[in-house]
């Protein structure tokens, strides 16, 4: 375990006031206990030629207070159906049907397709898998999930109180999740970051000096090795490359973004140079908060809020946040200052700009080729009418289509790369 030598000011016990608000309490121990029994004994009572298990930051115990989210492995032998484990998902499905009969389960579309359905108030996830002794016996990615478990229950036996921070430090601050739409810290990355370094404020003081490409391997892997050289180029595109330790061929942060690695280390110098219980709290998004906030920095102001389509949560996910980025580039004319976006599954999406603008010239000087370039000016003449010569080039006199910033939102809201992204548009107010 590495720690950094760093000289940050002393940090108030901020942590300490925190652990009691994030920690699962002995009522929601007891019902995530009770519940979580009740589902593996229906399911396994189903199961012949395999065995249900928990899994995931439930058989680490490094879930947070208020999260009703359940990971359940199905494990299959390794030997007998390591030649069907495309088929896996197909042997699955039928057995949860006839363990939970009436229940809404959900096939959702993976690597390996997995299941969704609600048990007695906790969302269960249901994931086929081989059961493996070494991560080079996996032929999906899942296979690999319990092992990580062994390794956090093994090495972070006495630093689950430490974890928990780290999570809710990173939820809080819109740098958690791995999902492709949020390119953040996945948990089980945070979880081998504090193992790692011994501890929430030992990670912290790392953060603050990380740079890019920083390489951290808790097996010692690669001791005396460029890892860099090492691994195949696709696995270290991240700012961060966390290798795993139960497995020495993966980046366990290769979903990270330089944006995300570049807020957390933000986040992480403004707490570390002023404490406060503020960093763990997420703020909701607002319209209200917003405007008072455009307002007072006398800025123009657009709020969406955006029904999504139905589908798998990283899919989803992933066309609100070309949505977002369509509008934000289309919106530049009128000097987009800020801007954001917030989803979270079953609930709708809001997109928010600030600007400058709210009204463009209804004309713009658009730059031709030079004289020279004879077939060029011809093709230009040709799409812009109002043309003409200035210091040996062509120039065209544009009529911008819509140059109120109301009129440009509404447009944009009705192209079919937004319509065919999402479901439809609830709310939007421009101030």
């Not at 007998?80 to 495309?86: E, F, H, L, P, V």
């Not at 503020?278 to 123009?300: C, D, G, I, Q, S």
């Not at 934000?328 to 600007?355: D, H, I």
């Not at 109301?406 to 065919?420: G, H, I, P």
């Amino acid at each position: 375990m590495k720690k950094s030598n760093m000289k940050i000011p002393h940090l108030k016990r901020i942590p300490d006031r925190i652990i009691d608000t994030i920690t699962p309490n002995k009522k929601e121990r007891e019902q995530f206990n009770l519940v979580t029994k009740s589902f593996l004994t229906k399911l396994n009572a189903h199961l012949q030629d395999a065995k249900a298990i928990l899994g995931g930051s439930g058989a680490k115990d490094t879930w947070l207070a208020g999260n009703y989210d359940v990971d359940i492995f199905v494990m299959f032998n390794l030997t007998k159906y390591r030649a069907k484990s495309a088929e896996l998902s197909d042997l699955v499905e039928p057995i949860l049907k006839k363990a939970f009969p009436g229940m809404k389960i959900t096939r959702v579309h993976g690597s390996r397709d997995y299941f969704h359905l609600m048990y007695q108030a906790l969302n269960f996830e249901v994931v086929p898998i081989l059961k493996i002794a070494k991560a080079a016996q996996a032929v999906n990615i899942t296979d690999i999930s319990p092992l990580h478990a062994a390794w956090v229950n093994k090495s972070g036996k006495k630093l689950k109180d430490e974890i928990r921070l780290a999570k809710q430090f990173f939820k809080a601050n819109g740098v958690y999740g791995a999902e492709s739409y949020l390119a953040g810290f996945s948990g089980y990355v945070v979880e081998i970051l504090v193992i790692y370094y011994g501890s929430f404020e030992n990670l912290l003081r790392a953060a603050h000096k990380w740079k890019l490409k920083e390489v951290i391997d808790p097996a010692g892997y690669y001791k005396g090795k460029d890892v860099l050289f090492e691994l195949n180029k696709s696995k270290i595109v991240s700012p961060l490359i966390v290798i795993d330790p139960v497995d020495k061929t993966r980046n366990a942060a290769a979903a990270l973004s330089q944006e995300k690695f570049l807020l957390l280390k933000k986040k992480v110098v403004q707490y570390l140079k002023k404490p406060s219980v503020a960093f763990f709290a997420r703020e909701e998004m607002t319209f209200a908060a917003l405007k008072k906030e455009a307002e007072k920095k006398k800025h123009n102001f657009v709020y969406v809020e955006i029904s999504p389509l139905p589908g798998k949560e990283d899919v989803v996910g992933m066309k609100l946040l070309k949505t977002y980025h369509f509008l934000r580039q289309e919106l530049q004319p009128f000097l987009v200052k800020k801007s954001g976006w917030e989803w979270q599954e079953g609930r709708l999406a809001r997109v928010y700009f600030f600007l400058a603008k709210k009204e463009l010239p209804k004309y713009e000087i658009r730059l031709g080729p030079p004289l020279e370039m004879k077939d060029h000016v011809q093709q230009f003449r040709k799409k812009n009418k109002n043309s003409y010569v200035e210091n040996g080039r062509v120039y065209a006199k544009v009529k911008v289509p819509c140059p109120q910033l109301a009129d440009m939102v509404k447009n944009l809201l009705q192209t079919s790369y937004v319509r065919e992204k999402i479901k439809s548009v609830k709310k939007v107010e421009i101030a």
